[in-house]
C-alpha cells in the first residue's frame, strides 16, 4: 500500500487559514489594532498583545527567504517526489510560511526569487497554498 | 550575569560513557557510567552531590528524569531539575548549577545528559506537528539548519569548500581521540563526494548519531580547591534565545549566539582574542560558522575565509573542537564539549592538547537554532 502524505489537522486557531486555501484564497490573520499581520495564526498578536484581528484575503505574492532541496525520504510518501523543494517564504504583507516551489527545476530557485501562490487541492477539506515563480 | 559570579563556581569533574555503537547497554547504564566516570574524576562520592540537573530526555521522553536517575543513583539531594532546552541545555545545566548553589538550594550538582541515539530510536521526541510543515515535506532539524546555511551562502557567498574544511578540521582531532566515533581520516573531496542529505547538507555537513553519556560536577570555588583535580572556573556565562523562531527577521543568519556570548565575554572580562580554544555546538557545519561569526571571532559574513587554512586545526589560530565535535568524536547534545573543554584546560588531552591552554569558550545551541548558551572556561 502506497502511504499517504501528512495532512495538515487545522487547530482551533488556524482553521479560517484552511478555510481559505480551500476556496482558493490566502488570508491571513490580521491585528484590528496595530494592523500587524501575522503567522503561524494566534490568540495574540505578537507585536501589540491585543486579541482583537480578522482574517484579510492577501496577494498572494512574495519571494524566497531561503530554501531546501530534500533527497532523502524522511517520509516514504515523499520517496517519489525526490528532489524537491520546500522553501521559506516571505509574503508581500510580511509574515513568513514554509511551503514548496514547483513548476521549475530545484536547480534554478533562488533566494529572493519573486513567487506567487498557487493552491493544490489534496481532498474536500484541504488545499495547500504553494508558490511558482513570478515573472 | 552578575559579574561577581565569575570564578565563583567552578567544574571539578567531567566524565563519559562508551561513544557510539553501544547496543549492550541501556539509557541509564550510559548515563550511570558517565556519571560514576565524573564522580571518580572529582574524588567525590555519590553523597556528595545534592543536587542534580539533567537534559530531559530527546528520544525517551522521560519525564522528572533527574529523579529517574537518582533512584538509580542511589541518593536523594536537596534539588533536582529536568531542562529542555535543546542544544542549549548542555551549557545551561552548568549555569542552573552555579545559579542553584548561589542560591543556597544545594551545594554540588551533578549535570548530565545521555542516551541511546544510535541504537534505540523512538521517535524524535518533538512534539508531533499537525500542519505548516509535513504537509510539504518539511521534516527534520537537517531541512531546518540547511534553511539557515542557503541564505547565508546567497548573503555572504559562502561555499561549500568553507562548510568542508570545518568537517575536515574536526575529522583530523577525532582521528587524535580513542574515544571517537568516526576515527578515518577524511579529505575535502570526501567532504565533496558524501551524498546530499537536504541540499546544501551534504552528509559530512551533519552530526553523528551516538549512543552516550557524559556528565559533569560544579561546586564552589573554595570546595574546589580542596578536590582532586585543579578546578576549572566558570568565568562567564551567557544565554539567549531568538523565541521569536528561525523563520523571524535575520535569525536564519544571525543566531542568539550574538547575545548569550556578549554576555559571557562581559560577564568574563575577556574578548575573543583571548580564547584558547573553542568548542562550539556543531549539529551542523554551518552553525559552526554562524556562531563563530556571532561570537566576535571575525565579522558577520567573513565566516567562510575564517575557517579556512587551518584556522580551527590543532596548531591554528583558534583551534575548534579538539575531540572531533559531534561531527566526528559523537552526539552527546553538546555535553562532550564541556568535558573537552574542561580536560583541555587541565591539560589533559595528549596529542590533541592545544599548548598553554588558559581559556576556553563553548557553546549550546538548539530548539533548531534559536536556543543559545555560552560558557567562558579558564584555569
Ligand atoms: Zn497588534
Not at chain 1, 484541504?126 to 515563480?133: A, D, Q, T
Not at chain 2, 542549549?88 to 542552573?96: H, K
Not at chain 2, 559562502?158 to 575529522?171: N, P, S, W
Request: aromatic share 8%; proline share 5%.
Amino acid at each position: 500500500m502506497t502511504p499517504s502524505k501528512p495532512i495538515p489537522t487545522p487547530s482551533e486557531d488556524s482553521k479560517p487559514f484552511w478555510e481559505a486555501t480551500r476556496n482558493g484564497e490566502l488570508r491571513l490573520q490580521r491585528c484590528l489594532d496595530c494592523s500587524s499581520y501575522r503567522f503561524p495564526p494566534g490568540v495574540l498578536c505578537p507585536e501589540c498583545s491585543s486579541t482583537s484581528s480578522e482574517w484579510v484575503p492577501v496577494s498572494g505574492r512574495g519571494r524566497v527567504h531561503s530554501f531546501v532541496v530534500f533527497h532523502r525520504a524522511y517520509h516514504p510518501a515523499f520517496a517519489n517526489d525526490l528532489p524537491y523543494a520546500v522553501a521559506c517564504v516571505e509574503l508581500e504583507e510580511g509574515p513568513r510560511l514554509l511551503s514548496n516551489i514547483v513548476g521549475v527545476e530545484t536547480a534554478r530557485i533562488r533566494c529572493d526569487m519573486a513567487v506567487e501562490v498557487l493552491f493544490e487541492k489534496i481532498n474536500e477539506e484541504i488545499s495547500l497554498p504553494k508558490f511558482r515563480p513570478r515573472a | 550575569m552578575n559579574a561577581a559570579l565569575r570564578d565563583k563556581y567552578a567544574i571539578v569533574g567531567v566524565g563519559q560513557s562508551r561513544i557510539g555503537r553501544v547496543p549492550e547497554m541501556s539509557d541509564y547504564g550510559l548515563q550511570l557510567a558517565a556519571v560514576k566516570s565524573a564522580l571518580d574524576d572529582a574524588g567525590l562520592k555519590k553523597q556528595d552531590i545534592d543536587g542534580i540537573i539533567t537534559h530531559s530526555h530527546l528520544l525517551g521522553a522521560v519525564r522528572v528524569h533527574h529523579q529517574r536517575l537518582a533512584e538509580r543513583l542511589g541518593i536523594d539531594t536537596d534539588f533536582g531539575l529536568s531542562v529542555s532546552s535543546g542544544g542549549a541545555t548542555s551549557c545551561l545545566m552548568v549555569q542552573l548549577a552555579a545559579a542553584a548553589i548561589e542560591a543556597g538550594f544545594c551545594s554540588t550538582v551533578l549535570c548530565l545528559h545521555g542516551d541511546k541515539g544510535l541504537t534505540r530510536k523512538s521517535g524524535d521526541g518533538h512534539e508531533p506537528v499537525q500542519e505548516f510543515g509535513p504537509e510539504f515535506g518539511m521534516f527534520g532539524a537537517t531541512a531546518q539548519h540547511a534553511l539557515g546555511a542557503t541564505r547565508h551562502m546567497h548573503e555572504y557567498g559562502t561555499t561549500h569548500d568553507q562548510l568542508g574544511a570545518i568537517a575536515v578540521a574536526f575529522r583530523k582531532h577525532a582521528c587524535l581521540n580513542p574515544e571517537a566515533q568516526m576515527r578515518e581520516p577524511m579529505t575535502l573531496d570526501d567532504y565533496h563526494r558524501s551524498r546530499w542529505v537536504v541540499w546544501p547538507f551534504h552528509l559530512l555537513d551533519c552530526c553523528l548519531v551516538s549512543d552516550g553519556a557524559a556528565a559533569v560536577i560544579v561546586t564552589s570555588a573554595e570546595r574546589a580547591r580542596d578536590l582532586r583535580q585543579p578546578p576549572v572556573f566558570v568565568m562567564g556565562m551567557g544565554r539567549a534565545n531568538n523565541s521569536r523562531g528561525w523563520n523571524y527577521g535575520n535569525h536564519m543568519t544571525e543566531l542568539a549566539a550574538r547575545e548569550s556570548g556578549a554576555k559571557a565575554f562581559r560577564m568574563a572580562g575577556v574578548t575573543p582574542a583571548d580564547i584558547d580554544t573553542a568548542q562550539i555546538y556543531d549539529c551542523y557545519s554551518y552553525i559552526v560558522l554562524a556562531s563563530l561569526e556571532d561570537y566576535g571571532f571575525c565579522k558577520k559574513g567573513e565566516g567562510g575565509p575564517f575557517v579556512q587554512g587551518g584556522r580551527l586545526e590543532l596548531g591554528g589560530a583558534l583551534p575548534t573542537n579538539t575531540s572531533g565535535g559531534m561531527l566526528s568524536e559523537g552526539y552527546v547534545e553538546g555535553m562532550l564539549q564541556i568535558v573537552e573543554a574542561t580536560r583541555q584546560l587541565r591539560g589533559q588531552c595528549g596529542p590533541r592538547q592545544v599548548p598553554d591552554a588558559q581559556t576556553a569558550l563553548v557553546s549550546g545551541n538548539g530548539g533548531n537554532a534559536v536556543c543559545h548558551s555560552t560558557l567562558i572556561l579558564r584555569k
